[in-house]
């Protein structure tokens, strides 16, 4: 039984990842999300329906429109299973209860930031502020707690704010102190020290091998808003496992 559910979920998972690339790419062009079909952004072409099907449409067309040939950016077939990997991980971790609703509202959040950063160095308000209403009540109704919630944000916009000031915008841009605030209110903030703690330790190690490698310098910037939103995935799931495992550590 919990296999098929998971496949179920899995599925679910892949459907609004695709969901999920229209929200991102109109976003970028300020298309209205439920205002016409999808269509190719090479070719301008309206996809046919039987190409709109998550990940089996890109394998079949070998990762090319079939009107125009043009590559198929990889962010469509990695969105989708991302999100439906995410929406798994879940899924084992809280089964179908409330937990498990919320936090996969949470994800879709985090994914279309970490993709939006990724791409464009930006996180943006339209995406922050409905975020930051829509975790504000799911802590609520999850029982974080309304103290829990609240020293949340203002530890995770705090955090930044004060690096934001100390740097005048040079180390971390507006963006970071608002996702800060609302990973706060996703998360409480026990588990957000563990998000930022596995943020800053990724951003590290990647940053470095990206050095290593030649291809950044020191001095150029990072979409920190990955990290930040791919540790609070983690948090989310394994968090609470975190903590404990520390605070044996820290006990033995």
């Not at 040939?69 to 899924?91: C, D, H, M, N, R």
Request: glycine share 12%.
């Amino acid at each position: 039984m919990i296999v098929l559910t998971a496949i179920l979920v899995f599925i679910v998972g892949i459907s609004i990842g695709s969901f999920l690339n229209v929200v991102i790419w109109r976003l970028h062009t300020q298309e209205g999300f439920l205002r016409g079909r999808s269509y190719c952004p090479k070719c301008r072409t309206t996809i046919r329906a039987k190409d709109l099907i998550p990940l089996l449409s890109y394998i079949f067309l070998r990762g090319r429109c079939r009107d125009c040939g043009k590559t198929i950016s990889w962010q469509y077939p990695a969105v989708e299973l991302a999100t439906a990997l995410a929406f798994v991980g879940l899924f084992l971790r809280y089964s179908l209860s409330e937990e498990f609703i919320i936090y996969c509202i949470y994800t879709a959040f985090l994914i279309i930031v970490f993709v939006f950063d990724l791409k464009h160095y930006l996180i943006l308000d339209r995406v922050m502020l409905p975020a930051a209403v829509i975790s504000f009540v799911g802590g609520l109704l999850i029982g974080l707690g309304f103290q829990r919630i609240l020293i949340g944000a203002i530890i995770g916009g705090g955090f930044f704010m004060i690096q934001f000031l100390i740097s005048r915008g040079k180390w971390i841009g507006g963006g970071d102190i608002r996702l800060g605030a609302v990973i706060g209110l996703m998360l409480g903030w026990e588990k957000l020290l563990a998000a930022l703690f596995i943020s800053y330790l990724a951003g590290s190690f990647f940053g470095l091998g990206l050095v290593a490698s030649g291809r950044k310098k020191w001095q150029s910037r990072l979409p920190f808003g990955v990290f930040l939103t791919a540790g609070t995935l983690i948090a989310l799931i394994w968090g609470g496992d975190l903590i404990n495992w520390y605070m044996d550590l820290l006990g033995s």
